[in-house]
Structure formats: C-alpha cells, structure tokens
C-alpha cells in the first residue's frame, strides 16, 4: 500500500488547515486534490462546476485520484469532501476521516476570520438543510472508508496532528 495519508471529510471541517500544520510539524510533502483540479482546469471549482457540471467535476476527481495511485507516494493529501467517490480511494493511502458535527463545522465556517469568504467558496451552506442532508449521506461512505477517525470536536490541534502520526507511525516531533 501507498505510504500516503488522505484526509477526508465534510467540506469546511478543517482538511487544508489540518494538512498545513501537519507538513508544517512533521516535514511532509502536502497536496489538495480541490488546488490540483484547479491547476487542471485553470479556473475554480465553482466555476468548473457552473460551467461542465458536477458529473464533469467527479470525473477529473477520478483522474487525480489515479494520478495519485500511479505517481504520488509519502504524501499528505487533503481530499474534496466528495473526493472519496473516486473508485481507487484504498489504493491511495492510510485514510484519515476528521470527524464533526454538522453544527460545529457549521459553525467554525461562520465564525472563522474570513468567515464571508469560507461560506461563499461553499455555495451549498447557503442553504443549510440541504447541506446538512449531503453531510448525513457522506458520513456513512467516510466511515467505511476511513482507517482512522478523528472526532474534532473533543481534540484541539495538537492532538489531531498527533493523533494522525500515530496512526501511520511517523515518529513525533
């Protein structure tokens, strides 16, 4: 198996953040599949997804979801939160699911710094009932495809990014 680490979860629960300062702290090499598909297409996912559509979407997914299977390896990669439908996700690495409540990604979303920004770059928590069904559809799918979870809600920083180590056995800092 890959010596990769993906982290999953909901959109806004703290992936790209969490990623940051684990290749911060442990010296790991990072990615984002979200950054990768922009590159790809030169231009946002919201505008991939206005102008080709999200069946278009999920299929540039799958092809850097097979990018990573033949070319990437030790590397922490921060997955979209609907990045775990590509068909090879197993194949990629030890995946890690951050683990929260609807309410409280909700909540650290509106209450973040750059909070108008963070919400406009996730059209969907315009509206929250909507949101709050795809979360209760994905949680299921990151749990049975997750080797380790993490409950962020109950862990500060530090832990989380212990916690990750620990889990693939890097040594800590």
Not at 103 to 112: D, H, Q, S, T
Request: with cysteine; proline share 1%; aromatic share 10%.
């Amino acid at each position: 198996m890959k010596k990769n680490i993906l982290l999953i979860g909901f959109m806004g629960v703290g992936k790209g953040s969490t990623a940051r300062a684990f290749s911060k702290k442990y010296g790991v090499f990072n990615i984002d599949t979200d950054d990768i598909i922009e590159s790809m297409e030169n231009r946002e996912i919201k505008r991939i997804f206005e102008k080709k559509g999200e069946k278009y979407f999920r299929k540039l997914e799958q092809k850097t979801a097979d990018w990573i299977e033949c070319c990437v390896d030790d590397t922490l990669i921060s997955c979209g939160g609907g990045f775990y439908m590509v068909n090879n996700m197993k194949k990629l690495g030890h995946v890690v699911f951050l683990d929260a409540s609807f309410e409280w990604i909700y909540n650290r979303l509106k209450n973040a710094k750059n909070s108008k920004k963070k919400l406009a770059k996730r059209p969907l928590f315009s509206d929250p009932d909507a949101a709050m069904e795809l979360y209760e559809k994905r949680k299921e799918a990151y749990l049975a495809l997750s080797n380790t979870v993490i409950d962020l809600e109950i862990r500060n920083l530090d832990e989380v990014l212990s916690d990750i180590a620990a889990a693939v056995g890097i040594d800590k800092k």
